[in-house]
């Protein structure tokens, strides 16, 4: 099962991109959804994560007031719309999915992306200054 990241792009520093995860396999809104990321030479790190049901967004503290999370049930997408995006938020962006993850853990580095149940082939941002 995989799932599918698209949207990224090349933007100006302060510009916005919006992401987008889905699959066609499941429902996601069953699932917690988080996205992660890496940078060259750096760890994949999670940034943002929606839980399953009431949808409630988590964001580490270096995207809080830039980044949002959201969920389009009827099309079974996960958005994250990213604004006045920054140099160092340049990375290869992936989303995963699963149902028993704890979030906290995933933004604090405790669960990685390879923790995740379901995981897709990320997509590049790039922010040129």
């Known amino acids: 099962v995989q799932l599918q990241a698209s949207g990224g792009g090349v933007v100006q520093a302060g510009g916005s991109l919006r992401l987008s995860c889905t699959t066609s396999?499941?429902?996601?809104?069953?699932?917690?959804i988080c996205w992660f990321r890496q940078a060259p030479g750096k760890e994949r790190e999670g940034v943002s994560c929606?839980?399953?049901?009431?949808?409630?967004?988590y964001y580490v503290d270096s995207v809080k007031g830039r980044f949002t999370i959201s969920r389009d049930n009827a099309k079974n997408l996960v958005y994250l719309q990213m604004n006045s995006l920054k140099v160092e938020d340049m990375a290869v962006y992936y989303c995963?999915?699963?149902?028993?993850?704890?979030?906290?853990?995933?933004?604090?580095?405790?669960?990685?992306?390879?923790?995740?149940?379901?995981r897709g082939k990320g997509t590049q941002v790039t922010v040129s200054s």
């Open positions: 995963a999915a699963d149902r028993n993850v704890k979030i906290g853990g995933v933004l604090s580095g405790i669960n990685a992306f390879e923790d995740m149940n379901y």
């Open positions: 929606i839980s399953s049901g009431a949808s409630s967004p």
């Open positions: 396999e499941f429902t996601l809104d069953y699932y917690a």
